[in-house]
């Protein structure tokens, strides 16, 4: 079974960047999906990224339509480690991020079989 952590979240002001990271220390999912959502308070879960690799290689990296071009995700080489990049957050990007991970295919409508705890994202105005 996989064991996620997020990592890097915190406040920033509006316009600047924050980079988070996922941490997978249980299953090798180096043959796998992994995702990004995130939910604000009162509003339902978001997808905002995803990547999936075969054969040691990313094969898709999908984005959240809101994402606009301001968020980039990638995994290490070991595959076990996904890092999402964050630039010019707005105050609407205030969420809890979580971290989300299958042995399949994960994406928008499907999101894998392990979560995160989530880390907190705060954008000040």
């Known amino acids: 079974q996989a064991q996620l952590a997020e990592f890097g979240g915190g406040l920033v002001q509006a316009g600047q960047s924050l980079t988070l990271s996922c941490v997978n220390s249980g299953r090798d999912l180096r043959e796998s999906g992994m995702a990004w959502f995130r939910q604000s308070s009162g509003k339902e879960r978001e997808f905002v990224a995803s990547t999936n690799w075969r054969r040691g290689r990313v094969y898709y990296t999908d984005y959240g339509d809101f994402v606009k071009g301001r968020f980039t995700t990638f995994r290490n080489n070991s595959g076990n480690t996904m890092i999402l990049q964050m630039h010019s957050l707005s105050p609407e990007d205030t969420a809890v991020y979580f971290c989300?991970?299958?042995?399949?295919?994960?994406?928008?409508?499907?999101?894998?079989?392990?979560w995160g705890q989530g880390t907190q994202v705060t954008v000040s105005s």
């Open positions: 989300n991970a299958d042995p399949g295919v994960v994406g928008p409508t499907t999101p894998g079989r392990y």
